[in-house]
């Protein structure tokens, strides 16, 4: 990727305001969590038949309302069949005219083939976690069920790795998080928080687990809130599908604990901070 030359410019305290809040605008943007979403539903919604249009042509056409200031989710593109049937446009003739129209940068007409599974696994056994999970940002929309199947895949292949921490500093990390506890997977990644001590992130994701499944049991206890790691403990009681490995971490991480309050001042507090 070629580098580009420095740029100075001297600006008044108003010009240099408003550049930087700009650039923490952009940055905002960049690092926005991608959203986690069902698989859209088909469209099948027929608009009218006219078997007088039947045969009059080999080819279906397709119409668009192309006017600014529409949101291409919300645009209306119809498509008229051979057989004079008039139609909404499907999710993936929808998605192909409006990149047409309305192109958006690193887009592709045609889905990539580092999409196809063959090529997916390879990317993913050579670790390009972040790269795979980027590009499908780019390339599908979040309710697209071939995001969802590249998106979940690459968090099934972390998570049997357990190479959480390839993801941790990135904007990925928020979704990986969220489909473990959706699916109830996060005995590993509460237990690589607790090796690394990561104290606070286990026991915020175990709240996030409480909130997700408001009917688990570990609900309906009175969770402690003062010291994260006896909110893993109440987790790892009712909730862990591997609760042998993780009360060994949790084990390690209370030795972990002890040694870390041992080195503070007297009057400092003893609430857990990572």
Known sequence: MEIKKPQYKLLTDEELSSMVT???KRLQSRLQMPPFMKSRQPV????SQDRDLEGLE???HVFTDISSGIKDRHRIIVVRETDGTLREA?????DRINQIYNPLPGRELRTPLMFSPQYLEDLLASGKFEYVLDAACVQFEPDDPEYIRVTHRTIEVIDSTHRYEELRCTRHFGPLAFYLVWYKKADF???DMLQRQLWSDAGDLVRLYTIVHPDSPAQLMNLPH????DVVKAFCDVEAHHKGQLQLALQAAEE???RWKSTLPIDVGTSVHD
């Open 189 to 191: 990644l509460l237990i």
């Open 226 to 229: 003062e010291n994260p790691l």
């Open 256 to 258: 972990a604990h002890k």
């Open 90 to 94: 499907d999710w993936h003739e929808r």
């Open 58 to 60: 080999t080819h279906k």
């Open 22 to 24: 700009r650039a923490q």
């Open 44 to 47: 099948r919604h027929v608009l």
